[in-house]
């Protein structure tokens, strides 16, 4: 007697024997499995220094090119690409292994690189809208920490005993549950354990490769080259570093937008270029050196603000009148030079004086005639109602605040 099997219901055809099983259209990691840190491996094949980028978008299921522009503008912005790709370099061990330089067990892996995640972030927030720099401090102190931890091995788990249950003294034979008892016992039952499917590697990324937008990134790059030029003879004052920032400013846009559309190859490099590029021109115009002797005879002529790279600023508030004096009621006033010398002469009588002398580095301060090494805050009393703060800087130098007679 024959029967008919039953069709298989339409959309759930088996596959052909041999096939490889259809790939969920899907996220391919779960949440539970993003969440665990400890699983990242720094990627082997594709990676561009040592494959911490690659690892994590593969954690994440996202694209590398993403998380290396991320690194690269946490970099410029708190500081914090750094800690995170060398903390990944340390901690995080490559594929194929489970030890790292920094060896560590899976779940203080985990709570390391949450750390250093968190660090990333308030650096992020600090230098974008708090208004602190980047914890160097804090970062030094969790890489030593780690450090101290993984000088000791973690000791590898025992496994599960050969066998479950309580062995009555004089048993002979092999140990019930050890691997030849087992192989015995599935001879004799006629029965063989399931091979393990094989390793189906993911697919690749359908994506285009090469420098699909490299062309088109040009162009962007030289329009707003072009816009700012124009505004700069316009009558905007543009600084040389706006230049390059309008080129990298360009590759980050199309970095992003090759992402999602294709590889834009070799704009990883222009934008490093165009980067560094700002960063010189950056630095260049903030050195200055010379000297600057600002001595105002109206309240309008006194500036918010005084600085020279390397030098001397002097400020004297001698020349002005009662009635100017008056004027400067409740402004502060800030001076700096980053090498060099501060000096700021205030009238004896007619202005009270706040001063906040900040000494970053190293150097000394004298204020009202009394000097310290290092920074120091001070006050002169003028007899009146009429006040002013002076907030001095130096990195290296000398701070010095002194009155005089009016002139």
């Avoid at 980028?53 to 912005?77: K, N, Q, S, W």
């Avoid at 061990?93 to 250093?116: F, K, M, N, Q, Y």
Wanted: aromatic share 6%; hydrophobic share 45%.
């Amino acid at each position: 007697m024959t029967t008919t099997p039953p069709e298989a219901p339409s959309g759930h055809e088996a596959p052909p024997p041999g096939a490889a099983e259809p790939v969920s259209s899907g996220p391919r990691v779960t949440r539970e499995e993003a969440k665990d840190l400890g699983r990242i491996r720094r990627s082997l094949s594709d990676r561009k220094i040592a494959g911490v980028a690659g690892g994590i978008a593969r954690h994440f299921d996202i694209d590398p090119l993403l998380v290396r522009v991320a690194l690269v503008l946490l970099v410029f912005f708190g500081g914090g690409g750094i800690l995170a790709y060398v903390a990944g370099w340390l901690l995080i061990p490559e594929d194929g292994s489970d030890e790292a330089t920094i060896r560590v067990d899976h779940r203080t892996r985990t709570v390391l690189l949450a750390i250093v995640g968190a660090v990333c972030a308030l650096s992020l927030v600090g230098d974008s809208f708090g208004g602190w720099s980047f914890p160097w401090p804090l970062a030094i102190v969790g890489l030593v920490i780690a450090a101290v931890i993984s000088g000791t091995r973690p000791k590898p788990h025992p496994g599960p005993l050969p066998s479950s249950g309580w062995i009555p003294a004089g048993t002979t034979g092999e140990v019930p549950g050890s691997s030849s008892a087992a192989a015995t016992t599935s001879t004799y039952r006629g029965y063989e354990p399931p091979t393990p499917s094989p390793y189906r590697p993911r697919p690749s990324d359908p994506r285009r490769r090469g420098p699909v937008l490299f062309w088109f990134t040009m162009g962007l790059a030289a329009v707003l080259v072009s816009l700012v030029a124009t505004l700069d003879l316009a009558g905007w004052d543009a600084p040389p570093s706006a230049y390059p920032a309008a080129v990298l400013a360009a590759c980050g846009v199309m970095l992003v937008v090759g992402s999602v559309f294709g590889r834009a190859g070799g704009l990883i490099f222009v934008g490093l270029v165009a980067a560094l590029a700002t960063l010189a021109a950056s630095a260049v115009e903030d050195i200055s050196a010379g000297q600057v002797d600002a001595q105002p005879t109206t309240a309008e002529q006194v500036d918010d603000r005084y600085y020279v790279g390397a030098g001397e600023v002097i400020l004297d508030l001698t020349d002005l009148s009662p009635a100017e004096l008056e004027e400067l009621d409740g402004r502060t006033i800030e001076l700096e030079a980053r090498f060099g010398h501060v000096l700021v002469l205030v009238p004896e009588e007619g202005l009270d004086v706040n001063v906040q002398s900040n000494v970053e580095a190293g150097g000394e301060s004298v204020v009202f005639g009394e000097r310290t090494d290092g920074s120091l805050t001070g006050w002169h009393d003028g007899g009146t109602d009429t006040r002013i703060d002076l907030d001095l800087t130096v990195l290296f130098g000398q701070i010095e605040v002194e009155t005089k007679e009016a002139a």
